[in-house]
């Protein structure tokens, strides 16, 4: 008679490194759940909601439950969750859309969600059968994937299949949100140049770098027919930070050296050329 009950109250308890795993764990796991919902960017809140099933995971995989653990890794934390960040950048979330309230009332009815929630835990959890511990043994007797898919497709069908409606709205909301529809005719290019002359911007295309210069770094300005520097061929970024060079004064005097050299050497060939029809005159 004492050997069984040693035996259960052994069963019962958790041994120290248990202990501590689970205290610890259990904080990372809180702290990421109130980050999930804190979070001021989505990326964040995502990322801490990704941080809490790792943690999930671990609690299954050292409890025995070596399927769901691996499961919550591979399929929520690698494939809902990084789905979650695609559509996060895709649409593009921003603070400020945060705070534009697009249905109205939607957070009174959040809370409220919210409330019916945790009063369907508490009683779930009050109405919990803690008397009896039959143990990771006994649950996984006839192993742990028949186990788990026994009472997924019997005693909890329905919230199975809920739960599989659920992630399919999901998805397909997340289409909706980065599909985007043109609501109103684009414009043609005879209209851009309309709109550009009203508007008293650059008509005609910017000028490119190093245009009649003699290099194509961007930090050096383009050149004018009249040996001008243009500013429009610099980045205003640069232009700010003092980073352009400018080549106008040497551009102009290499210009007059070549204009210089280049008319020697028309005054050089037509020198030859009147000596040589001279000679050919003379014989």
């Not at 099933?53 to 990084?82: E, W």
């Not at 969600?113 to 649950?139: Q, T, Y």
């Not at 909301?173 to 008293?200: D, S, Y």
Request: charged content about 15%; aromatic content about 6%; overall charge positive.
């Amino acid at each position: 008679m004492i050997a069984p009950s040693l035996a259960a109250s052994a069963a019962s308890t958790t041994s120290t490194g248990e202990a501590v795993q689970f205290w610890i764990l259990a904080v990372v796991a809180v702290l990421g759940a109130l980050g999930a919902v804190l979070m001021r960017k989505a990326v964040h809140s995502a990322l801490s909601l990704a941080g809490t099933m790792i943690v999930l995971a671990v609690f299954y995989l050292a409890n025995g439950a070596y399927f769901l653990g691996v499961v919550q890794i591979v399929v929520y934390t690698g494939a809902i969750m990084m789905l979650f960040l695609f559509v996060v950048m895709l649409v593009g979330v921003t603070a400020a859309d945060s705070l534009k309230e697009t249905i109205k009332g939607q957070r009174w009815l959040a809370g409220l969600c919210v409330l019916g929630f945790g009063i369907l835990l508490m009683a779930g959890i009050s109405n919990a059968s803690l008397k009896e511990w039959n143990g990771v043994g006994r649950a996984n007797a006839g192993g742990n994937v028949e186990g788990l898919a026994s009472l997924i497709f019997t005693k909890y069908v329905f919230a199975f299949e809920i739960t599989g409606a659920l992630l399919i709205t999901a998805a397909v909301g997340a289409m909706v949100l980065t599909h985007r529809e043109r609501t109103e005719r684009a414009a043609t290019q005879r209209e851009r140049a309309e709109q550009r002359v009203r508007e008293g911007k650059q008509v005609t295309p910017l000028p490119a770098p190093g245009v009649y210069a003699r290099h194509n770094a961007v930090d050096i300005p383009g050149l004018l027919p009249d040996g001008t520097a243009s500013d429009l061929t610099v980045s205003p970024t640069l232009r700010a930070r003092g980073q352009v060079r400018d080549v106008s004064g040497e551009a102009l005097q290499d210009l007059k050296a070549l204009e210089q050299r280049s008319s020697e050497w028309l005054e050089r060939g037509r020198s030859e050329d009147a000596d040589a029809n001279g000679k050919g005159a003379g014989k």
